[in-house]
């Protein structure tokens, strides 16, 4: 089933399509550089075929209902990726995942998107809970759940190898009852 979620100032959040596997490659192979130091599957995105059996992975997630990702859409040029990475249904949690291009960054288009998440999220899919983790040394990312009213809940040492080294995670998560009330 496709998706599609308005975040207002015309960012759209649509499922992905296989058709999109080039467009969705270029935008990894531009940004690569800096995309490779907190994403540990940037390396392995080496050509399109790559890109198509990620979207495949992913329209099967969506099938399972154990994920959802969609592509980010502004002024209808793709600008990044932003979605569940994992749902766990049993527990009725999840966690956000997302990257976007450097060209974008730097207007909000990103918190728009999460927002538009947790709206999804805690109202269509009924989740309890929502968590986001990010390298603690990622200020970008990390501004991210907390312009968005997530509490800090900890840190994850050394809980990822990307780009070389082990990273520590910062542990954010947010509550329904929480959102409900902001
Ligand atoms: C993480 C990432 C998506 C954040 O991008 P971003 O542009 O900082 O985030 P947003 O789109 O929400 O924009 C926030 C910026 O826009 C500004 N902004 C402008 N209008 C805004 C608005 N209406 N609402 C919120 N922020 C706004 C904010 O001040 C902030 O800029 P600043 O950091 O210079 O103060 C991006 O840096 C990225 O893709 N990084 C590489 C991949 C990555 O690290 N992914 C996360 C792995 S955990």
């Given at each position: 089933?496709?998706?599609?979620?308005?975040?207002?100032?015309?960012?759209?959040?649509?499922?992905?399509?296989?058709?999109?596997?080039?467009?969705?490659?270029?935008l990894v192979a531009a940004n690569r550089g800096r995309l490779r130091r907190w994403l540990p599957w940037v390396e392995d995105t080496r050509t399109v075929?790559?890109?198509?059996?990620?979207?495949?992975?992913?329209?099967?997630?969506?099938?399972?209902?154990?994920?959802?990702?969609?592509?980010?859409?502004?002024?209808?040029?793709?600008?990044?990726?932003?979605?569940?990475?994992?749902?766990?249904?049993?527990?009725?949690?999840?966690?956000?995942?997302?990257?976007?291009?450097?060209?974008?960054?730097?207007?909000?288009?990103?918190?728009?998107?999460?927002?538009?998440?947790?709206?999804?999220?805690?109202?269509?899919?009924?989740?309890?809970?929502?968590?986001?983790?990010?390298?603690?040394?990622?200020?970008?990312?990390?501004?991210?759940?907390?312009?968005?009213g997530f509490r800090h809940e900890g840190t994850l040492r050394q809980a990822e190898w990307v780009d070389g080294r082990f990273v520590d995670h910062a542990?954010?998560?947010?509550?329904?009852?929480?959102?409900?009330?902001?």
């Open positions: 089933m496709k998706v599609c979620l308005k975040a207002g100032r015309g960012l759209e959040l649509r499922s992905l399509r296989l058709a999109e596997a080039e467009p969705l490659f270029a075929d790559d890109s198509r059996a990620y979207i495949l992975r992913m329209q099967a997630q969506a099938k399972a209902g154990v994920g959802l990702t969609f592509g980010l859409w502004w002024k209808e040029r793709l600008i990044g990726v932003a979605g569940f990475t994992w749902i766990a249904q049993a527990h009725r949690g999840a966690a956000i995942g997302y990257w976007m291009a450097q060209d974008a960054e730097g207007r909000g288009h990103m918190t728009a998107a999460v927002s538009a998440l947790l709206r999804h999220g805690f109202r269509e899919l009924g989740l309890h809970r929502i968590e986001i983790r990010a390298g603690v040394r990622n200020r970008r990312s990390r501004a991210i759940p907390r312009r968005l542990v954010y998560g947010l509550l329904a009852s929480e959102w409900a009330e902001r």
